[in-house]
């Protein structure tokens, strides 16, 4: 029997536990912080066992790690290098669905030249994408033709059904990460002009973007698009743009959270003694008394905009203590997040995945090809984002164990070899894109 270990068992880990253990042939070992997390993915399942687990604990983790054949790592990417370094000197095959670091493509010739295979980035975004985009440009390099424009969007959301706050938006994890990503620098390139949009300003470089079967969403630069030209092969493009999806009014809102401050991880407050009101009266140079007022003058907006609303349903001009000691206003908003947008049970979330490509091929002919997946959770099961994230990881997993993907080195999901069977066996639980070509 397969040995698979698992390191983390968040909130995305359920679908992935649950393919392995229902594989045959495979046993599942989850090891993480909090045993009790694991031991309710794996629900007495006979291929199942779990561990307690420190991945501080370098002795402890190089252990359990021997006893695998293969990882797998859902643990925060700042842990990633240390795994795979274990993963080297075992000789255990690794997979994780985070974005390859330099630190890891920098173990590739290590890893060839022992047989290993070290899968990134296969989730949804990354992941998905990359297999969704690699078939339609393949497809049209088999056919004789080049990418001359691509376009690729993604974003996670509440399902319309559900989509019941003023900010459009829910978290199913913590909201840390999305709010350090809302500081990141894009980049993009479009009729062969590179366009860089700073950090600062990402929330004013935005369009809109219908996507079929879904909406009209807003959609803003994700990272630097330019790596995939040859990530991609996509040397014959002179437009390559990757945007995250949001709904309409998300881009002004978040612009405006930016300036009045309440990503600041410096300004610390004693919210034993100051409720969100005194905070914000501090960040906008205003009283508590008339904060709401003070605060649409100093972003130079009406008391009745809709980012003012926003900050008043969240609770921001609230006089209500919150339990957190001694903390940033980062923390402060964290937490207010964490606490507001919340799917409750029976609630969907919605994932949108959509790629434009413009083809031309020989003789002057020219396409518009869309490649686009719509996919909800599970009413009182499991969410599309757990889903869409873990089970081409889960899928990868099996075929690495039963030989039938052969790679060795860093990779992430753009051969072949790896996403033509995810993207056939993701089809049979029906996930799956649609795709349509049109002339041009």
Known sequence: MKQVLVLGAGLVARPLVR?????????????????????????????????QLNVENEDALQKVIGQADLVISLLPWIHHMKVARLCLQLNKHMVTTSYVKPEMKALHEEAQKKGLLFLNEIGVDPGIDHMAAMRVIDGVKDNGGKITRFR??????PALQNNNNPLGYKFSWSPVGVMLAANNDGRYQEDNRVIEVSGEHLFEHYWLVDVPGAGTFEAYVNRDALIYKDLYSLQDAQTIYRGTLRNISHCESWNYFKTIGLLNQEMQFDFDQQTPAQVMAALVKGQPQTVMEDTARFLQIPVYAIAIKKLQWLGLFSDEKLPLGKASVFDMFAHILENKLVYHPGEIDLLVQHHEFEAEYDGGKREHITSTMVDTGIPHGESSMSRTVSLPAAIATRLILEGKIDLTGVWIPVHPAIYKPVLDELETMDIKLTEQAKPL
Request: aromatic residues 6%; contains cysteine; neutral net charge.
């Open 152 to 157: 690729s969007y993604c974003g996670g959301l």
């Open 19 to 51: 393919y392995l253990l229902d594989s045959g042939d495979i046993h599942v070992k989850i090891a993480t912080r909090t045993v009790s997390k694991a031991e309710r993915l794996i629900a007495g399942h006979a291929n199942g066992s779990s561990e």
